[in-house]
């Protein structure tokens, strides 16, 4: 598509021109970051498949702290997501 000539086009046509690349540039960005959390959420359930990498007779008061810790960022972002907990309206 070629460029609107600033000084010829009409600002009105400008602005709606603008606009409408600001709109393509916001969806794409939209459509990166939700296969950035897809790709994080999917290694996630891999991970979690596979019992965090830990042994059922490996199991320590260790593991337990850290599978809690990875709880509760999720939940904060679960709140978030959901408008649940310090996030409820």
Avoid at 5 to 11: C, D, G, K
Avoid at 13 to 25: F, G, Y
Avoid at 33 to 47: F, S
Wanted: proline share 3%; glycine share 6%.
């Amino acid at each position: 598509m070629t460029s609107l000539n600033p000084i010829t086009t009409p600002r009105h046509q400008l602005r709606a021109e603008k606009a409408r690349k600001n709109k393509e540039a916001a969806l794409a960005a939209f459509i990166g970051k939700k296969a950035e959390i897809d790709e994080m959420l999917a290694r996630l359930q891999t991970l979690s498949d596979d019992h965090f990498d830990c042994h059922p007779d490996e199991i320590s008061w260790g593991d337990v702290g850290t599978l809690g810790h990875y709880a509760s960022l999720l939940k904060r972002i679960t709140d978030s997501a959901f408008g649940e907990g310090e996030h409820a309206e």
